[in-house]
């Protein structure tokens, strides 16, 4: 038994339910049964990889006087140096340690590297602020 079609032309249209062939019934049959899966353009990137570059690039920036400005950011101040800098911070972070993390690979999305960016960002706000306010503090 053939199924009837909805007619997709207008009423004054030559063509008819009628004019098809089997061959288009059943191709049209298979169709229907079948679900289309998306497929996305977008290409997928590996978060790691996405870590590794951003480390790299902030790592590699310099200044317009070409002075690499992480270098400030590699090591965290020695105790025995600077005691007071673990008083004030209470999570130390380095670049070396968020490398040491990337080898590791500790970390499972951007998010995770970017946050251990801004804990080491805020922690040299912090102590910095802490520590001229204490050279300003007349003796």
């Given amino acids: ?33 079948r679900k289309r899966r998306r497929t996305s353009n977008m290409p997928t990137v590996d978060p790691i990889a996405v870590c590794h570059e951003l480390y790299n690039t902030i790592r590699d920036y310099k200044d317009d006087h070409g002075r690499m ?6 090591r965290a101040p020695k105790r025995r140096n600077q005691p007071d800098y673990y ?18 690979e ?6 995770q590297l970017t946050s251990d960016f801004q804990l080491l960002f805020n922690n ?9 306010t204490v050279c300003l503090c007349p003796v």
């Fill in 1 to 33: 038994m053939a199924l009837k079609r909805r007619r997709t032309t207008s009423p004054s249209s030559s063509v008819s339910a009628g004019d098809f062939d089997d061959n288009q019934t059943s191709s049209l049959v298979s169709s229907i049964g």
């Fill in 69 to 74: 400005l992480c270098e400030l950011f590699i």
């Fill in 87 to 104: 008083h004030v911070v209470s999570q130390p972070i380095d670049m070396m340690k968020i490398q040491q993390k990337l080898k590791m």
């Fill in 106 to 111: 500790e970390y499972d999305d951007v998010v």
């Fill in 124 to 132: 040299a706000k912090t102590y910095y602020k802490t520590s001229e």
